[in-house]
Structure formats: C-alpha cells, structure tokens
C-alpha cells in the first residue's frame, strides 16, 4: 500500500533546554492510503501532541525538537510539512489534512452561524469561489453528514452534541483532504451517539477514500473500527500491529494491559485486570524502558536499556512491530 | 421580540424607582436652602426677610411630602424642573441644557476614543502575548489605578502656567462669547485638551487590560485552534474568532461607561473648573439646591438607564446565545 503520511523521528517538547518535557519521542509511524490508523494510550502518553506536532498546531510552549512529517499529495512529489512556509502551511492545512477535535462542544465559534464557519474555510483556501457555491457545497456536507441544511442558519448552541460533532465532521470533509485525525472525536458523547457517528464515519470513508489517524483511549472501539493499531506510551510507540491481530495476540506487556481493562463483547469471558500503577511522570520518565516499574514481566536489561521498536521475532512478525526486551529485534523501524 | 419588550418594561420600572428616590432622597438631607443662605449671611437677616426667603423658594405652603410628590410628577412630564435656587431665576432645565453640551462633548468623545484605542491596543497586546506590547501592562496597570482627579491635578501642576499653551482652568477664554466662530472653538478646543488627556490617559488603561486579558482567555479556546487548523489567515482568525468574541464583556463595559458619562468625571470637571454637570452639581450640592441636584441626577439615572439598555440591546446583537427566541 503507498504511503500518504510518514512520520520519522518526531520529537516534540515542551518548553526548551534542559527543563523541556519530552512528550513524543522518537515516533516512526506510517499512514497508507485510506486506511483507518488507531492510535491509542492513556492520558498523557503524547497522542494529542502527536497529532498537533504533525500538523504544526503545538500551542507554545510545544515544539518540534526535531524530525519529518512527510506527505505524499496525490499528484506531485512528497514534501516535509515540518519545512513548510507560513503560507504553504496555511495551504496546506484542511486541504490536505483536516482535524477533528475532542471538545465536540467547544470546537465551533458561539458568536458565528454554522454556515458562516462551513464557508470561511472555502473562502480561505479558494477566494475565487462564488458566494453562491460556497453555500451550495456547505448545505452538501451537511446533507453528507446527517444535518438538515435548512439548519445552516442556526448558531452552534442550537444544536445538540452530536450534531456540533457531525457539522466538525462534515467541515472536515468539505476541502476532500487525504488525511482526517480524529482526536477523541466521540469523548464528549454517548456510546450510542459514539457508534453512530463512528458508524457513519466509515461509511463516509469508504466513499470518499481518506485516510483516517484516529485517536483515543478506547482501544474497544479501535479494534473494531481501524485497520491498524499503534499503542503509545511514554511518548514513545510501543506497538503497532493490524487490529485483529492486536486484539488476538498484543505482545507488549502494555497492549495486554489495555486490552484487559475493557470486557469484550463477544468471545469467551476473560477477567478485567487493568494495569497497576499510573502513567509516568513525563517531566521524570523512567530509565530504560519507561513501562518498566509497571510491567510483570520486567526482567534485567529493562531498567536500564531502551527497547528499540522493531519487527519481532514471530511468524507474522514482518506486518507488526514492538518495542519490548522480550521480543528483541533484528530489524529496527525508521 | 418578547424579550426586547421585557428589558423596555423592566427599564420603565427602574425609572420610577430611580425618579422617586431621587425626589426623596434631597428632602431627607436635614437642613434646607434657607437655612443654608442664613448661614452664609451670619445672621444679619431678619425674620421677615427669611420668611419672604421661603415665599421667594416656594418652600411656603405645608403640603404633604405625598402632594408634592403628585406635583413633581406633573411638572416632570411638561419638563419644568422647576426653578434653580442658586442660579435664581433661571430655570433647571436652562442650566441644565447650557451644561450638558460641554461634559457630554468633552467626556462623551474622550470615552469613545478611549474605548476605541484601548480596545485595539487590548486585542494586539493579548494576540501577540509575550512581544514587546507586553511591556506596556505595567504602565497602563499603574495609570488605570490613578485617580482621574489626582492625575488633573498634577497635570495643571506641571503643564500650565502663565506661559504655557493649556489654560489650567476653564472651559473656554472668558473674553469670548459663546458662537460657533473661528475664535471660540480653538479656544474651547484647547482648553478642553489637559482634562481630555487626563480622562484619556486613566481610562484608557482599563480598556487594555481587560481587552488584552479576553483576548488571551479566549485565545486558548478550542475554536481558535480549530479556526488555525482551517488553515485561515492570521487576521480572520485574531479578528473574527478572537476579537469578536473578545469584545463581548467589553461592549457592555463601555454601554454603562456611556452612562457614567454625566455623572463619572464629576472631579475632572471640578479640578479643571470646566462648565460641566459636575462643576453645576458641586455649586447645587454647595447651596442645598433641591431643584438643580434633582435636575442633574435625574439626567444622570436616565442617561445610566438608557446606556443600559442599549448594552441590552448590542449583547442581543452580538451574542446569539442571549437571543432566547432566535
């Protein structure tokens, strides 16, 4: 599959110098055309900023401390998106990549109509667009998601949760970017509002052809909506693997963790443990691997050296990778 | 519209209230302007000229506070305030109306200007935190916690003199009459500029700093970051996502300063000895001139009721979230 997004290196800081916290570290990830890429993680463990980092939107005092993000446009060669002008940048941004937050709630300005924040985007990216179409393409993504487009007029408070969530969704949607992230899209909503939308999201998927980063902490929903899986921890990527597989067989002690903290649906019942502890402390990260004082599994290298991700040993280890002492690695990813 | 009808209803009522106590409110202060013209001639008044004092005042026949209560009314709607004891005989609402034009030109543009550049400054200074705008706060906290008074006096202390270019008193040269002509408007034109500045520089620094504050709450809200996301410009995002909703609490600021107008910079007008409505009220309160100080604060509630009212009206405008039939 050709890639659309690659990711190499990314470290992203906050603040600078010797107090900077180092909240992604050394990310290698790849994203392939139109498919859906989880990402998954406790709070803190750098997923969000993973996602500002990539499309430049760290507030200060984040930065890119180093690292690419290379997009690959359908027509035309690749570029780093990190290297980007001010202006290429703001091009760049919603045409191409489009974001979805997690405040569902917060994410459309009060004081404006939704229609006025469907078209402002159409307006910036292509100002020779009539004022006409503009609207037509609004009242277009709005039907797309689910919306009524006689209900372009109204003001965000008039609508409930999940249609502010579906109007991000479609405003997302209204430039056909490549690449849609999905930041904790459904967090803020039910779990039937969760599927629906979600359900819906897929859908759109499928017709329109984008590829999806979706990140959350709920690695229920991811194992039945994504293609692939990326577990983060620490800032690091601890595991990536096909959904399935991660489901059936995670190898990091850490994915395990996850995956028992949530009961399954259907399948055999299993018992909920969770994982002990909190998550790590990012301004003091542990030596060594830094879920080391969590795992049961830690063992002597641990403590002391960083697991490097890469293909494990396994039989189906050439489409995963792990960063664990206890799958040790030949074949290093990045 | 239901809405709208309510606020007028409200606004009428509070009128009422605000017209009554202001009728009550100067007959409960003891003492009245008779007493306080024997006091100022030391005695040397006679029995009968004090009673034709009180025939002179209309302070003469018992009527009950009720009945003269009624008459207040009556006189009110036909917009006779009655007499001015200090400025005798001329009528209230004469003095009144040769007074507001100078406060309401001098104070009302000196607000509007200050809440104009105060409030850009404000939306610069919150947009580009961390620059060098940043080194004004300090500045503009030290002046918005001066008094305007204070900051008056040591204007004229230091600015005028018999040399210098602004007149340390005064609203115009006396030499000159009242017209529209090229001698009197330069003339009131510079002496209004010292108490002008004085308004200015300590009120502006509210502007700033509250405006400057909005913008950096609002700066970190989720829809700006999404508005950045959008790829939009820099100037739609500070201007429309973060200004606009920015200016909200400030419009409503400047609505009641508007109102305050009148009644706010009573001792600019008196520091500068300005032919203001607050130059008048000191020389009522001085004399216990009921129909003056009565005259004065009604203008003062009304014009505090109407400000209001219009904050009522451009939040409806501005914010959708307060249009509750929308």
Same mark, same amino acid.
């Given at each position: ?12 800081? $906050? ?36 996602? $500002? ?17 290379? $997009? ?91 249609? @502010?969530? @579906? ?43 984008? =590829?999806?980063? #979706? ?34 067989? !995670?190898?990091?002690? $850490?994915? @395990?963790?996850?995956?028992?903290? #949530? ?34 599994? !830690? #063992? ?10 890469? @293909? ?8 995963? =990778? ?13 | ?43 040397? /008044? ?48 004469? +003095? ?161 300063? /508007?109102?305050? +107008? ?65």
């Amino acid at each position: 599959m050709e890639p659309v997004l690659e990711i190499r290196n990314l470290n992203v800081d $906050y603040g600078l110098g010797d107090r900077a916290v180092h909240a992604v570290r050394d990310v290698n990830l790849t994203l392939h055309r139109g498919e859906v890429l989880g990402l998954a993680g406790e709070s803190g463990s750098g997923k969000s900023t993973l996602a $500002y980092g990539l499309t430049r939107l760290l507030a200060p005092p984040g930065v890119i401390s180093g690292g690419e993000v290379i $997009y690959h446009p359908e027509q035309g060669d690749p570029y780093d998106v990190l290297g980007l002008s001010d202006n290429a940048l703001r091009a760049f941004r919603w045409a191409e990549t489009a974001i979805v937050f997690q405040g569902a709630m917060n994410s459309l300005n009060p004081v404006h109509k939704i229609s006025t924040q469907l078209t402002d985007v159409l307006k910036a990216h292509d100002p020779k667009m009539s004022d006409h179409s503009r609207k037509a393409r609004a009242r277009e993504m709005l039907k797309l998601v689910g919306i009524s487009p006689d209900r372009m007029d109204a003001y965000p408070h008039q609508l409930s949760g999940g249609m @502010r969530q @579906r109007v991000m969704i479609g405003m997302a949607l209204i430039l056909q970017p490549q690449v849609v992230i999905m930041d904790e899209p459904t967090t803020a909503l039910d779990v039937v509002m969760q599927r629906q939308i979600l359900g819906q999201l897929i859908e759109l998927r499928e017709r329109l052809g984008f =590829s999806v980063v #979706f990140i959350t902490h709920d690695l229920s929903l991811l194992v039945e909506f994504s293609n692939r899986i990326a577990i983060m921890y620490g800032g690091r990527i601890v595991e990536e693997a096909p959904a399935a597989t991660i489901y059936r067989d !995670a190898l990091h002690p $850490y994915s @395990r963790g996850l995956l028992s903290s #949530f009961p399954a649906l259907r399948g055999a019942r299993r018992e909920l443990t969770g994982i002990p502890g909190s998550p790590p402390d990012l301004a003091g990260m542990p030596s060594g691997c830094s879920f080391h004082p969590r795992c049961p599994k !830690a #063992f002597e290298p641990c403590p002391t050296h960083i697991p490097v991700l890469g @293909r494990p040993g396994t039989p189906d280890g050439a489409a995963r =990778s792990v960063a664990c002492w206890l799958h040790p690695t030949e074949q290093p990813v990045g | 519209m239901k809405y709208f009808l309510q606020r007028i209803a409200f606004y009428l009522f509070t009128a009422w209230a605000a017209i009554t106590l202001n009728f009550f409110i100067p007959r409960l202060v003891p003492g009245d302007p008779v007493q306080s013209l024997i006091a100022k001639f030391r005695g040397q /008044l006679s029995t009968e000229a004090i009673n034709s004092l009180y025939v002179l005042f209309g302070l003469d026949d018992d009527k009950g506070l009720w009945a003269q209560y009624i008459d207040y009314w009556k006189q009110l709607f036909q917009g006779d305030l009655g007499l001015s004891f200090t400025f005798f005989p001329s009528p209230v609402s004469q +003095i009144i109306s040769d007074a507001l034009p100078w406060t309401v030109l001098l104070v009302g543009i000196t607000t509007v200007i200050s809440f104009l550049i105060g409030t850009s400054l404000g939306v610069l200074a919150g947009w580009r935190r961390g620059s060098w705008t940043d080194g004004l706060l300090p500045v503009t906290t030290f002046f918005s916690s001066v008094p305007y008074f204070w900051l008056g006096i040591i204007a004229i202390y230091l600015l005028t003199g018999p040399d210098s270019f602004f007149p340390s008193s005064g609203g115009f040269d006396s030499a000159l009459i009242p017209a529209w002509d090229q001698y009197f408007i330069p003339s009131a034109l510079q002496h209004s500029l010292l108490p002008a500045l004085t308004i200015l520089i300590s009120s502006v620094s509210g502007w700033i700093l509250s405006m400057r504050n909005m913008m950096v709450t609002v700066s970190s809200e989720d829809y700006i970051t999404v508005a950045h996301a959008k790829g939009l410009s820099e100037r739609r995002v500070a201007v429309s996502y973060a200004a606009r909703n920015a200016l909200l609490p400030n419009i409503s600021g400047f609505a009641l300063s /508007l109102g305050f +107008i009148v009644g706010g910079t009573l001792l600019v007008e008196i520091v500068f000895s300005y032919p203001g409505l607050g130059f008048i009220l000191l020389q009522a309160l001085g004399a216990k001139d009921y129909p003056l100080m009565q005259g004065i604060f009604l203008v003062i509630t009304i014009s505090v009721l109407v400000a209001n009212l219009v904050a009522d009206l451009a939040y409806l405008l501005l914010d959708p979230r307060t249009r509750k039939d929308g």
